[in-house]
């Protein structure tokens, strides 16, 4: 099996990722029209595995990493907790069967494992409830100093990603720390969290954010409009040079793909045409395949600013992303069981998308192959 190389000239070399771990239930509605305040609808119970956002991302940067807990140059630690349920049992060893060094995430018996009930409609999009009460909600700030040596010994050299289902203020207080160890910076919010994190100055310590349309659109106070795309990305990039001129922006937009945008210069790219299962859990396939990518030296975007096209070669982290976001959609689990680079180069072959030359030179085989 081959994953992307890590070794001495890749910038990055550990991931310590904060958010929440856990698992739920997944329903499908009868009906495209949104859920009423005070409605009730039948529904079908799915069978289909459901994942917290933090596991999800992490979940494709060691897969793509080919990360393990020891003999691996790439190295994958969650903080958070769990429950002392079979539910946080059953996350726990998943991630460690990928490779993920799951000895930062503590099981408590005063909480239960983070819970979702995430509904679908026939259309393919959908959301979720998610219990605040959970043994996540519990991570606090004496957690996050109990992961500073960590952070301060891998330095810039450490991915620390900060992602929801986690409080908004312990986020904060974990990037404060890796913005002092010189880490790479990387979150995502949901919309209600953008206003109170640009107050707190939480984008002012991000190196990227990844978002959709509407987190996008609450951040810079603009509207995503398909008729009108090119539009609200340069608001986007006119936002960024007068608030964030060194942060990058990752935005998804649903079947049409996602755009990548700096002060200087943005791309577009267009998803692959799939017959969906599910949306569920793509953003976060976005971001885990964007991170891999960069933590094996894969620019960001292409040298040129976008205009749109469809790529027939995957040479940057957003191109990955949006390949293996779009590969997820394919799946009902929020976690695509067989997401791996193998499975990728097939997927883009097939779509016209085939890795570029100097993506192929980055693969090497698995340590355990």
Request: hydrophobic share 40%.
């Amino acid at each position: 099996m081959r994953v992307l190389r890590i070794d001495q000239s890749s910038p990055y070399h550990q991931l310590i990722g904060v958010g929440g771990i856990g698992t739920g239930i997944f329903f499908d509605l009868e009906g495209n029209d949104t859920l009423g305040r005070n409605e009730s609808r039948p529904a079908q119970l799915l069978d289909v595995r459901d994942y917290c956002k933090l596991h999800i991302v992490v979940h494709y940067v060691a897969n793509l990493l080919g990360a393990r807990v020891s003999g691996s140059p790439f190295h994958v630690l969650p903080l958070g907790r769990v429950g002392e349920d079979a539910s946080g049992r059953q996350v726990v060893r998943e991630m460690t069967e990928v490779g993920i060094d799951t000895r930062l995430v503590q099981a408590t018996s005063q909480r239960p494992t983070l819970f979702s009930v995430c509904f679908q409609y026939p259309d393919g999009a959908g959301g979720n409830i998610t219990t605040n009460n959970s043994a996540a909600s519990a991570l606090c700030n004496s957690d996050i100093d109990g992961v500073a040596d960590l952070l301060r010994s891998g330095g810039k050299q450490v991915i620390a990603l900060a992602v929801p289902e986690v409080a908004l203020d312990v986020r904060q207080h974990f990037l404060q720390l890796a913005t002092q160890t010189g880490a790479f910076r990387v979150a995502s919010f949901v919309q209600a969290e953008i206003g109170p994190a640009r107050q707190a100055g939480t984008f002012e310590m991000l190196d990227l954010v990844s978002l959709n349309e509407a987190e996008a659109g609450e951040l810079i106070g603009y509207s995503f409009s398909s008729a009108a795309a090119n539009a609200f990305v340069l608001r986007c990039q006119a936002f960024l040079r007068s608030s964030y001129p060194n942060l990058r922006m990752v935005v998804s937009v649903g079947k049409d793909g996602a755009y990548g945008v700096t002060s200087d210069s943005w791309n577009c790219c267009p998803a692959p045409d799939v017959e969906v299962a599910s949306t569920a859990g793509a953003g976060d396939a976005l971001l885990g395949g964007t991170l891999a990518a960069l933590a094996a030296g894969i620019p960001f975007l292409r040298g040129e600013s976008s205009k749109e096209w469809t790529p027939a070669r995957i040479e940057t982290a957003l191109e990955l992303g949006v390949l293996l976001a779009s590969y997820k959609c394919m799946s009902p689990h929020t976690i695509h069981p067989s997401a791996w680079i193998e499975t990728l180069i097939r997927f883009g072959r097939d779509h016209g998308r085939a890795f570029s030359p100097q993506l192929q030179e980055l693969l090497t085989s698995s340590v355990l192959a």
